[in-house]
């Protein structure tokens, strides 16, 4: 199962422990609105991208189960690795763009099983990431400086 980096952290620590994914009408899809491929009891890699090798594997604690997305509790927020259901809102909108509160999505409940190969080298590449988007966000505001050449920078 593919998660973002930053959400894998939180798996390996064992403060993620409920996904949402977004119903799919492809019948091809993990996700198909007519019936989610996973299943409980199911033990499943958790890969930090797409073709990347599992870092853990955790395993379904329930049946996969379709809720609206506006229905996330504060405790699902929880169990999704944020503070509260207001920070799970903001990082979904981030995300996907918006936060649809009628859409479908799977929800799935999973513990963790190991760590496989999570080490350095992840929190490494999470690391990494979190500067370059540090650097990408400097870079558009010197962008968005050099365009407005009457205005004055201030770093303080």
Known sequence: MIFRREL???ICQAHKTQTRRLT?????????AGGCRYKAGGIYAVQ??????????IKLTAEP?????????EADARAE???GRDDFIRYWREMHGSFPEAVE???LEFALV???GYD???????????IQQDISEQDALDAKLRERPHETRYDG
């Open 8 to 10: 894998v952290e939180k």
């Open 24 to 32: 799919s009408m492809n019948p091809n899809s993990p996700w198909y």
């Open 48 to 57: 930090p991208g797409r073709s990347e090798h599992g870092v853990a594997r």
């Open 65 to 73: 189960r379709l809720e609206l997305l506006g229905v996330i509790s």
């Open 81 to 83: 690795g944020f503070v």
């Open 105 to 107: 999505v799977w929800v």
């Open 114 to 116: 190991d760590r496989v």
């Open 120 to 130: 350095q080298e992840i929190e490494d590449t999470i690391a990494a990431a979190e």
